[in-house]
């Protein structure tokens, strides 16, 4: 391959090699990545189902899950076929859409899961003016906001990336395509793109984990103020449990984005890379919906009425 060839494919090596422990680690992906899309898909179809589950909170709950279905199906096919077969090829416009799809999905999450702080935020701290700061108006929106900006942010990054000229070496250290991964296989000058690059990490990522810190703190300081132990205990619960994933989430997408190259190690990136691609969207159903005694009510309602058709 000639240097600054750009139309050869791009070699990723994966996140396994081929031993009985990478076996090991291998199924544990495919199972969680398949317990993600079964925990999600089911979420979706019971806020379609149950009425009770018309509301703003459920409805940015379903896009949360529709956004992790998608992104572990851009991640997971993938590596999974490259591991099985061998053949670990991917073209640069199978790459472009690898990237444009992981930011659409990362960086629109990261808006959505503020949006839902505020939902919580409003839920607590005004009930009764919920109807009207939480209005259906405000969270379509948000919605079509978060999926806007992700979707930008993807465009930008994955136009941008592609079009620099790349070194005789195509081998892509990781088990997907990764902006900050194949910008250093680039034999251009790519500071300028990594520059602004990293401003749109502080909007995509610092901005909108402000505002949910922001939104929690406000949550937290009405919870230790509320009279009943019970309610405090259940609050504070439910609040650690949610911070949790989104320690997860942001924390790993920080650490691979905001990063500077030279503090990158290929393999501790694939390993914090697979967290937010892979472990979270299976943590965020539990977390955020199966806990839920309305979530848990629709599900036994679906399951007694499978059953009842089962039985005609």
């Known amino acids: 391959m000639e240097n600054g060839n750009t139309t050869s494919d791009f070699i990723l090596l994966g996140l396994f090699n081929h031993t009985e422990d990478a076996l090991f680690l291998f199924l544990m992906v495919l199972t969680m990545a398949f317990t993600s899309l079964l925990g999600n898909a089911l979420m979706i179809l019971l806020i ?4 009770r589950l018309h509301t703003a909170m459920y409805f940015l709950l379903s896009q949360l899950s529709l956004m992790d279905m998608m992104l572990v199906s851009t991640i997971v096919p993938k590596m999974a076929a490259d591991y099985l077969t ?3 090829a991917i073209t640069p416009a199978g790459c472009g859409l690898q990237i444009f799809f992981l930011l659409t999905l990362g960086g629109g999450e990261c808006f959505l899961l503020a949006a839902m702080s505020y939902d919580r935020y409003v839920a607590v701290c005004h009930p009764l003016r919920y109807p009207v700061l939480m209005s259906w108006q405000l969270c379509l929106r948000m919605t079509l906001g978060s999926w806007f900006l992700g979707a930008a942010d993807g465009l930008m990054q994955a136009a941008a990336t592609l079009s620099f000229p790349f070194c005789s070496t195509h081998e892509i250290d990781h088990f997907f395509c990764e902006a900050p991964t194949l910008v250093r296989l680039a034999c251009a000058d790519t500071s300028v793109f990594e520059y ?3 401003i ?3 909007l995509m990522l610092v901005v ?9 703190g406000l949550i937290l300081t009405a919870v230790l103020q509320m009279g009943s132990r019970e309610a405090r205990k259940k609050a504070l619960a439910t609040c650690s449990s949610h911070m949790s994933v989104v320690g997860l989430f942001f924390g790993a997408a920080i650490f691979i984005y905001m990063k500077p190259n030279s503090y990158r190690s290929a393999n501790r990136d694939k390993i914090v890379s697979a967290f937010y691609t892979i472990f979270t969207p299976v943590l965020n159903p539990l977390i955020y919906s199966l806990r839920n005694s309305e979530v848990k009510g629709a599900l036994r309602k679906c399951m007694g009425q499978c059953a009842s058709l089962s039985h005609d």
């Open 196 to 198: 602004v690059m990293y």
């Open 208 to 216: 909108p984990l402000s505002l949910i810190l922001t939104s929690y």
């Open 86 to 88: 061998g053949k670990k």
């Open 200 to 202: 749109c990490c502080v």
């Open 48 to 51: 379609h189902q149950d009425p």
